[in-house]
């Protein structure tokens, strides 16, 4: 019988990431990729000491009840709305996420998400796939001007400040940001950015890049009644959160051209899609890649497995959400 503590690695991973892991634990891994249910979840919990999961995985009170020897939960991913953080701290369960190593990449995908929603670029590839460019003509996509816009983010931590860096430094933009709280001077200074309000930032950018964290207060940040606030030549990027905008409400803003176009890396409900999103042509829809390069992948994953090893092995998590006192 194997004396090394039991963990499950609840989704598929690089393999070199499980050689390693192997190294230290008796490892059950689902490289087969089979989403579990909560039900199965917390059979194949049983014994283990440490699970890696990534945003897929609900860890909340109703699990942790059947989980008694579970100790560590380490997701692979900086965002960790899928844990029941205080439900986990109750518990006793140490709660890691994958912070700093995906800032860069993110901010370059939200920045990317911006260009081809501001310059149309999947409405205009779909347009040329179907056969439907037969000549030039003087305003054919003609889109947003990206370059000395004003462009605003909601929610200014790492990967927010990544972005107005580009916008600021690369592109020229005016960038305001709105967020809990101001970020210090020197922040700020090199970011290039102006904190404002939330309304003044929605009235005034060209675009709008959303990059806050999901709880239940940021739900439906954008809803009607702000998408109603922004200009009609607007453009707005969520790479943060589903349900920190409200899908239909922004549906129908497209439809109705209250906003010129957006672009949407994660959703309401995911892998589902809102379905009036898929039939409105101004927007440009990715299935939650923002982080998704294989160096940045495997540098979250790595993390994700150095804080089940520090933890379970060394007594330490390197990236800990909470510190449970049992
Ligand atoms: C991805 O969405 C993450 O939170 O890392």
Sequence with gaps: MSTKPAILVARAVFPEVLQRLAQHFDVE???????????ELAQRLQGKVGV?????????????????????????????????????????????????????TTADFGFALLMATARRMAESEHFLR????????????????????TLGIIGMGRIGQGIARRGAL???????????????????????????????????????????????????TIGAAELAMMKPTATLVNIA???????AALAAALRNRTIAAAGIDVFE??????????????????????????????????????????FLIHGKALTPLNAPAH
Aim: some cysteine; overall charge negative; glycine content about 8%.
């Design 52 to 104: 890696f999961t990534t945003g897929s995985e609900r860890i909340g009170a109703a699990l942790l009840a059947q989980c008694p020897d579970l100790r560590i939960c380490a997701n692979m991913a900086v965002g960790y709305n899928n844990f029941d953080l205080p439900a986990m701290t109750a518990a006793g369960i140490v709660a890691t996420n994958t912070p700093d190593v995906l800032t860069e």
């Design 170 to 220: 690369g592109f020229g933009m005016k960038v305001i940001y709105s967020n809990r709280k101001p970020l210090d001077a020197a922040t700020e200074a090199a970011c290039q950015a102006r904190f404002v309000s939330k309304t003044e930032l929605l009235q005034t950018a060209d675009h709008v890049v959303l990059v806050l964290p999901y709880s239940a207060e940021a739900h439906h």
């Design 130 to 149: 179907a056969g439907l460019w037969t000549r030039w003509s003087y305003d054919m996509f003609a889109g947003a001007e990206v370059h000395g816009s």
């Design 241 to 247: 959160r589903g349900g920190i905008v409200d899908d």
């Design 269 to 310: 409900g995911e892998p589902s899609v809102h379905p009036d999103l898929l039939t409105v042509p101004n927007v440009v829809l990715t299935p939650h890649i923002a982080s998704a390069t294989i160096p940045t992948r495997l540098a979250m994953a790595d993390l994700a497995a150095d804080n089940l090893i520090g």
């Design 29 to 39: 891994s689902n490289q087969d990729d089979v989403l579990y249910t909560a039900e």
